[in-house]
T-cell receptor, first 112, second 113 residues
C-alpha cells in the first residue's frame, strides 16, 4: 500500500544531533514535509524539500532525500530541550488528489 | 498574518448537545481542511473545502457537519457526538487544494461526556 513510515521514539542528550527518519512509497510526490507538534498545540510546518533536491539546509535543520530508496531524514543540530516534540513527515498522494499522508510521528525527547 | 485561528481552544459537551467549532484565516488561502487527531497519532483528514465548495468528505459520520460561509471562515457543527469522538480537531488552510504548504491552527480539544 501507499504510506509513510517513521520510527516512534528518539531520545537524545541536549547538544547532540538528532536524526529522524521516514520512508515513503508514493514516488510521484513533488514535495515532502516535516511538521513539528508540541504538546497541546497544532502542527507547525518546520521545513520541506522539493523532490528534485537531495538536501536542504535551514539553520539547525538539514533535510536529506534519497529518492532511490524513498528515504527522507531530518537532522537537528545542537538539539535543545525546546526541540522536544512529535515530528511528522508527510507527502501528498497524487492518485488521491494530492491528499497529504502523514507518518505515525516520531516523539523526540531531549534530556538535559 | 500567517495564522489560522481556531475557537474555542477547549470544549466539553454532552452526547445530546449541539456545538460548533470555528476556524478563520486571512492569508487569502482558497482551501481549508478539518482534521481529527487522537493523542500522539497523526492527524486524519475529515473534510476539504476548495473555493468554498466541499470537495472531499472522508466518509465522516453525519453527526459532523462542515460549513464554509466564505473564503476566510470554516465551521464544524457537532450534534449527538459519541465519547469516541473526543479528540483534537485541527483546522488547516493552503493556497490551493493540497497545494504547497498546509498551515494549521492550534486546534480545539474536544471532550464528549
Amino acid at each position: 500500500g501507499e504510506d509513510v513510515e517513521q520510527s516512534l521514539f528518539l531520545s537524545v542528550r541536549e547538544g547532540d544531533s538528532s536524526v529522524i527518519n521516514c520512508t515513503y512509497t508514493d514516488s510521484s510526490s513533488t514535495y515532502l514535509y516535516w511538521y513539528k507538534q508540541e504538546p497541546g498545540a497544532g502542527l507547525q510546518l518546520l521545513t520541506y524539500i522539493f523532490s528534485n533536491m537531495d538536501m536542504k539546509q535551514d539553520q539547525r535543520l538539514t533535510v536529506l532525500l534519497n529518492k532511490k530508496d524513498k528515504h527522507l531524514s531530518l537532522r537537528i543540530a545542537d538539539t535543545q530541550t525546546g526541540d522536544s516534540a512529535i515530528y511528522f513527515c508527510a507527502g501528498p498522494l497524487y492518485n488521491q488528489g494530492g491528499k497529504l499522508i502523514f507518518g505515525q510521528g516520531t516523539e523526540l525527547s531531549v534530556k538535559p | 498574518d500567517t495564522e489560522v485561528t481556531q475557537t474555542p481552544k477547549h470544549l466539553v459537551m454532552g452526547m445530546t448537545n449541539k456545538k460548533s467549532l470555528k476556524c478563520e484565516q486571512h492569508m487569502g488561502h482558497r482551501a481549508m481542511y478539518w482534521y481529527k487527531q487522537k493523542a500522539k497519532k497523526p492527524p486524519e483528514l475529515m473534510f476539504v473545502y476548495s473555493y468554498e465548495k466541499l470537495s472531499i468528505n472522508e466518509s465522516v459520520p453525519s453527526r459532523f457537519s462542515p460549513e464554509c460561509p466564505n473564503s476566510s471562515l470554516l465551521n464544524l457543527h457537532l450534534h449527538a457526538l459519541q465519547p469516541e469522538d473526543s479528540a483534537l480537531y485541527l483546522c488547516a488552510s493552503s493556497l490551493g487544494p493540497f497545494n504547497e504548504k498546509l498551515f494549521f491552527g492550534s486546534g480545539t480539544q474536544l471532550s464528549v461526556l
